[in-house]
């Protein structure tokens, strides 16, 4: 078990980029969550995918972001056109499904993006 | 919707002491999950303990445990033997089964654990 990963860990971009994350999962988990995180905040949920799926999606998540995970296994989350209001802690978390004990999420370490 | 609300923005311990952070809830829901999970300085989000809400019986891990109080909509957690390792953000967090998808988190409570 190798844990959640997300790359890259740090991104400055200027205003009006695109920038796009990556997060891979532990491999056996099907389910796999995206969080932002703003200083002195908890996380707040983006959105949720079961298998390729994308189930649920927060009214936080604008039509500037979108998010994939074309063949069930690693995701991409993208944001357009990116707003200084988008610097943030952008944290992935995968499980398995509910009703196990294995349906704790557990998260990777982060990409910290700064939109200067 | 769940709300989740950490009254204690921070708190401060010494060393081998013991120190219980609060989190109280609000759901309408029976059928739920409750998490305490650490977040160190500049390092990644870590399950501490998980709660069921259908067992009365509080859960335990090594030094931690929670006291969880169904019908008052509360769930705190104890740090007993406080070690420095312990410094960092707390986030109670809740997980409602029924929709299976998002964590709703607290706003935290920064722990320093001094000498």
């Known amino acids: 078990d190798t844990g959640v990963s997300q790359d890259p860990r740090h991104k400055i971009t200027k205003r009006g980029q695109n920038v796009t994350f990556r997060c891979d999962p532990i491999?056996?988990?099907?389910?796999l969550y995206w969080y932002r995180q703003t200083l002195g905040q908890g996380p707040e949920f983006l959105t949720y995918?079961?298998?390729?799926?994308?189930?649920?999606k927060s009214r936080l998540l604008s039509d500037r972001f979108s998010a994939e995970r074309p063949k069930g296994s690693f995701s991409t989350l993208e944001i357009q056109r990116t707003e200084q209001g988008d610097s943030a802690m952008y944290l992935c978390?995968?499980?398995?499904?509910?009703?196990?004990?294995?349906?704790?999420?557990?998260f990777g370490p982060g990409t910290r993006l700064t939109v200067l | 919707a769940q709300t989740v609300t950490q009254s204690q923005p921070e708190m401060s311990v010494q060393e081998a002491e013991t120190v219980t952070l609060s989190c109280t809830y609000d759901?309408?829901?029976?059928?739920?999950?409750l998490f305490w999970y650490k977040q160190p300085p500049s390092r990644q989000m870590i399950l501490v303990i998980r709660?069921?809400?259908?067992?009365?019986q509080n859960a335990t891990e090594n030094r931690f445990s929670v006291n969880f109080q169904k019908a008052a909509k509360s769930f705190s957690l104890k740090i007993s033997d406080s070690q420095l390792g312990d410094t960092a953000m707390y986030f109670c967090?809740?997980?409602?089964?029924?929709?299976?998808?998002?964590?709703?988190f607290g706003t935290g409570t920064r722990l320093q654990v001094t000498l």
């Open positions: 978390a995968s499980s398995l499904p509910t009703g196990t004990r294995t349906d704790t999420q557990y």
């Open positions: 491999s056996e988990h099907n389910r």
């Open positions: 995918f079961q298998n390729e799926a994308q189930l649920e």
């Open positions: 759901t309408s829901e029976n059928n739920y999950y």
């Open positions: 709660q069921e809400a259908y067992k009365q």
């Open positions: 967090a809740f997980f409602y089964t029924g929709t299976a998808s998002k964590l709703t």
